[in-house]
Nanobody, 120 residues
């Protein structure tokens, strides 16, 4: 059974930092790209993707320069380091697994999400 479990969310003041983690199980972790997406209200926003070997990363313009995606294939975990947080970053953050080895854009499994709230 494929499982993705996010952690690390919480309440942080504007300008602060958080590091989210997403631990995967039930897959050959090093075979797949993984992404972070977030949902605030009804909208779903793609944030970032990292290739299976961490050699390629992409970011949405809204987070470029502030957030960094990384992965540790020995721990079956990806991370999202979030710096310079803004109130508009408040959302539920999800990780998602690529549908197959040849894609970084299609996803088939999602975690349950972790809440990030940026407020003073």
């Amino acid at each position: 059974e494929v499982q993705l479990v996010e952690s690390g969310g919480g309440l942080v003041q504007p300008g602060g930092s958080l590091r989210l983690s997403c631990a995967a199980s039930g897959i050959t972790f090093g075979n797949y790209a993984l992404s972070w997406v977030r949902q605030a209200g009804k909208g779903l926003e793609w944030l970032s993707v990292i290739s299976s070997n961490a050699g390629t990363t992409y970011y949405a313009e809204s987070i470029k320069g502030r957030f960094t995606i990384s992965r540790d294939n020995t721990k079956n975990t990806i991370y999202l380091q979030m710096n310079g947080l803004k109130p508009e970053d408040t959302a539920v953050y999800f990780c998602a697994k690529a549908r197959h080895r040849a894609t970084m854009r299609e996803y088939d499994y999602w975690g349950q999400g972790t809440q990030v709230t940026v407020s003073s």
